[in-house]
């Protein structure tokens, strides 16, 4: 290395200044001395605070280690991680420097920094045995070239703006990469994993293959017995309903009184109903139906349905213009979610008319998890309420657990009250999709609060959430992007979810989940 090279020398002066730049330095000191005194009167400090203040809130106040170009610390006997942060800060202002030598039309200066900049970029990626004395020349070379690059270039004004503009163009990078991340997590969390439409696949031939008579689920004398516990499950994901159900006998004191009621479509009937077959829920009964065969969910009687199935509906959700680019793809690919455009998130409104014998029922949805005895849920008094909510200082509430009150739905005309709003939003000027909007106003002032303790939500998106909390919670809520089936659930709560799927089911062991 060159004598004094220092982890400064290239934006210092060398040491054998001449007596016209000894009186410039000079010069240039009496006027930061002005400057200082200028500053010394109480407005300015008060001004300098607060601009202070308000800087230190936008940056990051981690104090910058031995390897920052700012200071002359550098030493031969530094680490090989602390070169290589070295040599970054280098990249850093040969940028800035090159852009300048272009700008100023020294294009000899800016090919040279162009080259040891092709240079150092591989010496950054090498891995050879030999590479450390290579980084450490190049570093010496950079340094040289960068202390020929500030004599010549060196203007603050002009260096500013260029670092400005970098860091513009980085925030701008980092802006494009956080939103092409955005759009790939959506489409990974709305597509369904190969090894679950693999166990999808094969429970439907088993099915198909299964002989009539062999079809039904036993104790049918429960599904309209109103002194039973009865559970609402509306999903098109097999091994997601059986987490559900499994977690829900398993703490259940007596599971012969917990009746589930599984609604799904035709495409997935046939491997739901082959799934519970093989699978019964110890003593719990279990049903499945397809919403297809309710005759009278039409679109003369749904207005969803029947906006559902129009040409500008779907043109809205499908159409391909929305997905043209990352940007408009990520912020719009919550259109094209296929749960939206499907009837079985929707189904939610029609409780009372798909069980007309029940007086009570427990809404569940397919990403949650029981931990405890939801038995007391059925003898709490919802006080005239349709159902509850789970935080009384918020107006909102979650669906992904619900105990419904229908004899109070009925004579609050539930139903009808979606479908008045649904009908206002037919052109989707009230809300762009989902039904939580919807349900939002249409339960409006008759929900009852329980107690947080029965329903935890955010584990398909928080990562900080207390493990004590978690535990002590009688259903946790995979509610966002994170579920714990796909290979982008959160690894530390994926263990509440996964001891009640049985990965040594042939089914589930031949399809390969979670490998």
């Known amino acids: 290395m060159v004598p004094r090279f220092g982890h400064g020398t290239w934006i210092g002066k060398a040491f054998n200044d001449t007596p016209e730049m000894l009186h410039e330095r000079s010069l240039r000191q009496e006027k930061r001395l002005e400057r200082a005194n200028e500053l010394m009167n109480d407005d300015s400090l008060q001004k300098l605070e607060t601009a202070a203040m308000a800087r230190s809130r936008s940056v990051d106040s981690a104090p910058l280690g031995n390897y920052t170009i700012w200071k002359n610390e550098y030493r031969r006997g530094k680490s090989f991680e602390d070169m290589l942060r070295l040599m970054q800060d280098q990249i850093i202002m040969a940028r800035v420097y090159s852009g300048l030598a272009k700008f100023t039309n020294n294009l000899a200066l800016h090919q040279e920094i162009e080259t040891q900049l092709m240079k150092l970029a591989w010496e950054e990626e090498s891995t050879d045995i030999d590479q450390e004395q290579r980084v450490l020349d190049s570093i010496r070379d950079m340094g040289q070239i960068l202390a020929r690059a500030h004599e010549q270039l060196y203007e603050c004004k002009l260096v500013t703006n260029k670092l400005r503009a970098m860091l513009q163009t980085v925030e701008d990078e980092l802006e494009n990469e956080q939103t092409y991340i955005t759009f790939l997590t959506q489409l990974a969390s709305k597509a369904l994993p190969d090894a679950i439409h693999c166990l999808t696949m094969r ?114 959700y499908f159409k391909t213009a929305r997905s043209e680019s990352v940007e408009s793809g990520s912020e719009n690919l919550k259109y094209r ?159 509440y979810w996964t001891k009640y799927t049985n990965f040594d089911h042939p089914y589930i062991f031949t399809c390969r989940l979670f490998e």
């Not at 059986?242 to 829900?248: F, G």
């Not at 012969?256 to 699978?279: I, Q």
């Not at 409104?349 to 029981?370: A, G, Q, T």
């Open 203 to 316: 429970l439907n031939l088993e099915y198909h293959l299964l002989p009539l008579p062999m079809r039904n689920f036993p104790r049918r004398e429960n599904l309209e017995n109103p002194k039973l516990y009865h559970y609402a499950l509306f999903s098109d994901n097999v091994l997601a309903a059986s987490v559900v159900v499994n977690s829900t006998v398993m703490n259940a004191q007596d599971p012969s009184r917990h009746v589930f009621h599984l609604v799904t479509d035709k495409l997935n009937f046939g491997a739901m109903s082959m799934w519970f077959l093989l699978n019964p829920p110890g003593e719990a009964t279990i049903h499945v139906q397809r919403f297809e065969d309710f005759t009278w969910l039409n679109s003369s009687y749904s207005p969803v349905l029947s906006q559902l199935e129009s040409a500008a509906m779907k043109k809205f």
């Open 337 to 495: 979610y296929p749960k939206y455009m499907s009837m079985l998130n929707h189904l939610r409104f029609y409780i009372p008319r798909i069980f007309p014998k029940l007086e009570k029922i427990l809404f569940v949805d397919d990403d949650v998890v029981v931990q405890k005895d939801l038995t007391p849920l059925w003898s709490i008094d919802l006080k005239g309420k349709v159902n509850e909510n789970f935080d009384p200082k918020f107006c909102g509430w979650a669906y992904g657990m619900n105990i419904f009150d229908l004899k109070e739905w009925k004579k609050n005309n539930i139903t009808e009250t979606y479908h008045f709003w649904q009908n206002l939003n037919e052109n989707r000027t009230l809300w762009k999709l989902g039904t939580l909007p919807p349900g939002l106003i249409t339960f409006y002032n008759l929900t009852q609060p329980l107690q947080r303790k029965w329903h935890l939500l955010g584990l398909g998106y928080d990562k900080g959430i207390d493990v004590k909390k978690i535990e002590r919670s009688a259903v946790i809520h995979y509610n966002g992007h994170m579920k714990p089936w796909t290979e982008m659930g959160i690894s530390k709560y994926q263990p």
